[in-house]
């Protein structure tokens, strides 16, 4: 962190854990008798605590949003340009709740954790969680944040959806959802992506069955490889032309498969740092979440019917170049929320970006963001 | 935002507007007239955009603001469900003015349009003299303007007859806003501003059942 960084951000920030023995009863019908939460926050609670905001992660993202943990931190967390000070999700006058889902690897219960019935870790064992089964834990730590409701919770992508999932579970707890780069459920194409990426994964012949821990090795070949894929749909073809374009490291042609071009080395870097800071069996679990995904299907498939129970107020953004999670998506959600007569802004921003848009500092997106808050 | 703050033509329309009802205004720039309606008419609805920085002044406003691109359709709304499509001063800057017409009756139970008249003495002057006209209403010249649909009163009363709309009313404005009688006999030659109030085409399925 840079003194240019450091005044700019919350500073130094320390993760906090909670521990909850009331079991929970997941989705998909196991129950988790106790677990851990791990989050950090940011701000102030006044006294009414009225000024809470949820921030929900997205597939890869974790608890640390925003600030460092040590002054040699190179980098900040994943949300710290919208996160601060004087920000958009603005830390002097908001208190900030920025939680790690279950089934997570930065710190709440997950597959990496001890697991008290086998006496090993989960690994394998640790059961699907869904974006409700997130939304009950998270509901259950404003409990005992003591915050009854949450001025706004908000998301991008698989956070988008925890916020939407918010707002339709416990409309009395959320006054405005802010849902961003999301989709009331995945298309098809997306489904195919994340089989894709776990079959990267769970072909990797250090893989073991998921219990790559207990043989002290993880299985990298196939996360960097779902890692790679993801990022690349996570970008915009004019994205990435506009930084890489066809450059490459050496003039002229090896004739082989080394990397010669800059997105490749460009891939390879982004997926080692991926490896070193994520768990596989995390990643698996997250993207079958994001599968599941499908608030109306209760519902006879209708949303507007499942949004008729809300009584937030919603923002929705997308990005013009997002085709993992494009505009049409959140036009969906549009769409069922004013067929409903609920008050809702969106706006579709323009950038090239892609579906990552959403973590980056886009002037328009973040003065949105700012003028939005500003008026709760 | 009171009414009385707003700009004349929004007064004038915003009078037509009953208290409480449902409000959609396309092109609602920073949203003023919806926030003042809502102030004083307890109206709901929404305001549709496409500029950025006046969906920000929307949000400021505290009005609920879509972007839309009025030119990719209003498809995404019901038949009926508003009482009121507003379009002030927007009609000239669109790809399908036709269509959009047709989509604001079938959304709306009631369509307020206002437009620049094309037909005002001061762009007939221009055009005599072998110009596209310039007036203070009009500031672009044609090759920045955004304005690529212009018609006058004569036109618009022929695209409803055309359409078979049910005009309910029209009013005129000159260059102060003011509602001259002179202005009521030769809107076509005098009228700065026109506004509308249709209802839908009286021969069709949608107003026969509204009738009914």
Same mark, same amino acid.
């Given at each position: 962190?840079?003194?240019?960084?450091?005044?700019?951000?919350?500073?130094?920030?320390?993760?906090?854990?909670?521990?909850?023995?009331?079991?929970?009863?997941?989705?998909?019908?196991? %129950?988790?008798?106790?677990?851990?939460?791990?989050?950090?926050?940011?701000?102030?609670?006044?006294?009414?605590?009225?000024?809470?905001?949820?921030?929900?992660?997205?597939?890869?993202?974790?608890?640390?949003?925003?600030?460092?943990?040590?002054?040699?931190?190179?980098?900040?967390?994943?949300?710290?340009?919208?996160?601060?000070?004087?920000?958009?999700?603005?830390?002097?006058?908001?208190?900030?709740?920025?939680?790690?889902?279950?089934?997570?690897?930065?710190?709440?219960?997950?597959?990496?954790?001890?697991?008290?019935?086998?006496?090993?870790?989960?690994?394998?064992?640790?059961?699907?969680?869904?974006?409700?089964?997130?939304?009950?834990?998270?509901?259950?730590?404003?409990?005992?944040?003591?915050?009854?409701?949450?001025?706004?919770?908000?998301?991008?992508?698989?956070?988008?959806?925890?916020?939407?999932?918010?707002?339709?579970?416990?409309?009395?707890?959320?006054?405005?959802?802010?849902?961003?780069?999301?989709?009331?459920?995945?298309?098809?194409? *997306?489904?195919?992506?994340?089989?894709?990426?776990?079959?990267?994964?769970?072909?990797?012949?250090?893989?073991?069955?998921?219990?790559?821990?207990?043989?002290?090795?993880?299985?990298?070949?196939?996360?960097?490889?779902? =890692? /790679?894929?993801?990022?690349?749909?996570?970008?915009?073809?004019?994205?990435?032309?506009?930084?890489?374009?066809?450059?490459?490291?050496?003039?002229?042609? =090896?004739?082989?498969?080394?990397?010669?071009?800059?997105?490749?080395?460009?891939?390879?870097?982004?997926?080692?740092? &991926?490896?070193?800071?994520?768990?596989?069996?995390?990643?698996?679990?997250?993207?079958?979440?994001?599968?599941?995904?499908?608030?109306?299907?209760?519902?006879?498939?209708?949303?507007?019917?499942?949004?008729?129970?809300?009584?937030?107020?919603?923002?929705?953004?997308?990005?013009?170049?997002?085709?993992?999670?494009?505009?049409? =998506?959140?036009?969906?959600?549009?769409?069922?929320?004013?067929?409903?007569?609920?008050?809702?802004?969106?706006?579709?921003?323009?950038?090239?970006?892609?579906?990552?848009?959403?973590?980056?500092?886009?002037?328009?997106?973040?003065?949105?963001?700012?003028?939005?808050?500003?008026?709760? | 935002?009171?009414?009385? *703050?707003?700009?004349?033509?929004?007064?004038?329309?915003?009078?037509?507007?009953?208290?409480?009802?449902?409000?959609?205004?396309?092109?609602?720039?920073?949203?003023?007239?919806?926030?003042?309606?809502? %102030?004083?008419?307890?109206?709901?609805?929404?305001?549709?955009?496409?500029?950025?920085?006046?969906?920000?002044?929307?949000?400021?406003?505290?009005?609920?603001?879509?972007? %839309?691109?009025?030119?990719?359709?209003?498809?995404?709304?019901?038949?009926?469900?508003?009482?009121?499509?507003? /379009?002030?001063?927007?009609?000239?800057?669109?790809?399908?003015?036709?269509?959009?017409?047709?989509?604001?009756?079938?959304?709306?139970?009631?369509?307020?349009?206002?437009?620049?008249?094309?037909?005002?003495?001061?762009?007939?002057?221009?055009? +005599?003299?072998?110009?596209?006209?310039?007036?203070?209403?009009?500031?672009?010249?044609?090759?920045?303007?955004? *304005?690529?649909? /212009?018609?006058?009163?004569?036109?618009?009363? *022929?695209?409803?007859?055309?359409?078979?709309?049910?005009?309910?009313?029209?009013? &005129? +404005?000159?260059?102060?806003?003011?509602?001259?009688?002179? /202005?009521?006999?030769?809107?076509?030659?005098?009228?700065?501003?026109?506004?509308?109030?249709?209802?839908?085409?009286?021969?069709?399925?949608?107003?026969?059942?509204?009738?009914?």
């Amino acid at each position: 962190m840079n003194a240019n960084q450091a005044e700019k951000s919350i500073g130094i920030v320390i993760p906090k854990t909670l521990g909850f023995d009331q079991p929970l009863l997941l989705d998909s019908g196991v %129950t988790l008798e106790s677990y851990e939460m791990c989050y950090e926050t940011y701000g102030t609670l006044n006294q009414d605590k009225t000024n809470a905001i949820l921030i929900c992660h997205a597939l890869s993202g974790d608890h640390h949003a925003a600030g460092y943990y040590d002054l040699k931190d190179k980098k900040p967390g994943w949300w710290d340009n919208c996160i601060g000070p004087g920000k958009p999700v603005d830390t002097n006058k908001f208190f900030i709740v920025s939680p790690n889902n279950l089934g997570g690897c930065g710190g709440s219960t997950g597959p990496l954790s001890h697991n008290p019935l086998s006496g090993r870790s989960y690994g394998p064992d640790f059961p699907i969680v869904t974006v409700r089964d997130w939304v009950e834990s998270q509901a259950r730590l404003a409990d005992k944040l003591e915050i009854e409701s949450w001025a706004a919770v908000m998301g991008g992508s698989l956070g988008g959806m925890q916020a939407l999932q918010w707002s339709i579970d416990y409309p009395k707890r959320i006054h405005h959802a802010i849902v961003i780069a999301a989709a009331p459920k995945l298309s098809t194409q *997306n489904i195919a992506f994340n089989e894709i990426s776990r079959q990267a994964i769970m072909a990797d012949k250090d893989f073991h069955e998921g219990r790559y821990t207990e043989h002290n090795i993880v299985p990298s070949h196939g996360l960097k490889l779902a =890692r /790679m894929i993801g990022h690349v749909t996570y970008l915009s073809d004019g994205g990435l032309h506009a930084r890489f374009g066809r450059e490459r490291l050496e003039n002229n042609a =090896r004739f082989g498969f080394n990397v010669e071009f800059e997105i490749e080395s460009y891939l390879r870097y982004q997926a080692e740092s &991926f490896v070193e800071r994520f768990d596989a069996n995390t990643y698996l679990l997250m993207t079958r979440s994001l599968d599941y995904f499908d608030p109306a299907q209760n519902n006879n498939n209708d949303l507007k019917l499942t949004l008729a129970q809300t009584s937030a107020k919603f923002l929705v953004i997308s990005f013009s170049s997002d085709w993992r999670f494009a505009p049409s =998506r959140s036009q969906e959600i549009v769409r069922a929320l004013t067929d409903c007569e609920k008050d809702v802004t969106y706006s579709e921003i323009k950038s090239e970006f892609g579906h990552d848009s959403f973590l980056l500092p886009i002037p328009d997106y973040h003065r949105l963001l700012h003028a939005y808050l500003g008026k709760i | 935002m009171l009414i009385k *703050n707003l700009r004349r033509e929004h007064i004038l329309v915003a009078n037509w507007i009953k208290k409480g009802s449902r409000v959609l205004d396309l092109g609602c720039g920073d949203g003023s007239f919806l926030a003042a309606l809502r %102030t004083e008419k307890q109206v709901s609805g929404y305001g549709i955009e496409i500029d950025p920085a006046n969906i920000e002044a929307c949000i400021k406003n505290s009005v609920n603001v879509l972007q %839309t691109n009025l030119d990719n359709g209003l498809h995404d709304f019901e038949n009926d469900s508003f009482d009121y499509v507003v /379009m002030s001063q927007t009609i000239q800057a669109i790809n399908k003015p036709y269509e959009v017409i047709d989509e604001m009756l079938r959304i709306g139970k009631e369509v307020i349009v206002t437009f620049p008249n094309m037909g005002h003495w001061k762009c007939r002057l221009q055009f +005599l003299m072998g110009k596209m006209p310039v007036t203070t209403h009009l500031p672009n010249t044609w090759y920045s303007t955004p *304005n690529i649909h /212009m018609c006058t009163v004569r036109d618009f009363n *022929n695209l409803c007859r055309e359409k078979n709309i049910d005009i309910k009313s029209k009013t &005129f +404005l000159d260059t102060h806003h003011n509602q001259v009688i002179g /202005m009521q006999l030769l809107p076509n030659l005098l009228a700065e501003i026109a506004i509308y109030r249709l209802n839908q085409p009286l021969d069709s399925q949608k107003s026969d059942s509204s009738f009914a």
